[in-house]
Structures are given as C-alpha cells and as structure tokens.
C-alpha cells in the first residue's frame, strides 16, 4: 500500500473548485493509478475528514513542441472529493435495546487546502 502523502499530490485551485467548497467538495490532483478507494482513505487519513463521495477525471497530456522538438505533457489525474459537513450523532440500539449515542470525531472542512500549494 502507498503512503497517502504519495497518492494527494496537491490541491487543484481554480473558481470553479472554490466556490464548490461551500458544498463540501474538495478538489485534488492526485496520482494516475490511485484508486477511488485509495484516494477516499488518503484523504481522511491525512486531513482528518469523513469522505462521502469521491469523483475522478483522467486527462491525457497534450501535445507540446519547443522549436522543432514535440513531445508529451504528462497524464494526470483529478479527483473532487465531498465530505461530510455536518457530522450529527449517530444514535443505535445496543444490546439489551438500551439506546445509545455516539458523536463523530472528525472536522467539517479542510483549512489547509488553500495553504496547500
């Protein structure tokens, strides 16, 4: 298994992922071949978060030349990811039906992101 420093790369800021914070949705650059599992475990473990939701959008590199030498951008990877803004208490019947409750342990928001670059 990989490290989740090895899976996050780094924030993707544009308007677009801004103003889709206040939905919840964080917007990564992640690496090619992680997984949608690994990228939910990655994110959780490193901002401390609950991941509901993750989305992925392969691009492939363009094209590019410099004079008379072509070649290839790299492949990436982008990953928006939704967690849980409003952590409520889960409430359970244990054993012997007694109810009980138990509170989420876990933040609403990721500060760093934009400190992230």
Known sequence: MRAAEDII?????TEKSNAEIADGKYTFIVDVKATK???RQA?????QV???KVNTVKYDGKQKRMGVHEGFRPDWKKAIVKIDTNPN?????AKG??????TKKYKTSIEEFGAAQ
């Open 97 to 102: 039906g007694k109810t009980t409750t138990t």
């Open 89 to 93: 208490p889960v409430t359970y019947l």
């Open 37 to 39: 599992t690994e990228i």
């Open 9 to 13: 790369k780094r924030p993707y800021i």
């Open 50 to 52: 609950k991941v509901l």
């Open 43 to 47: 994110v959780e473990k490193l901002f």
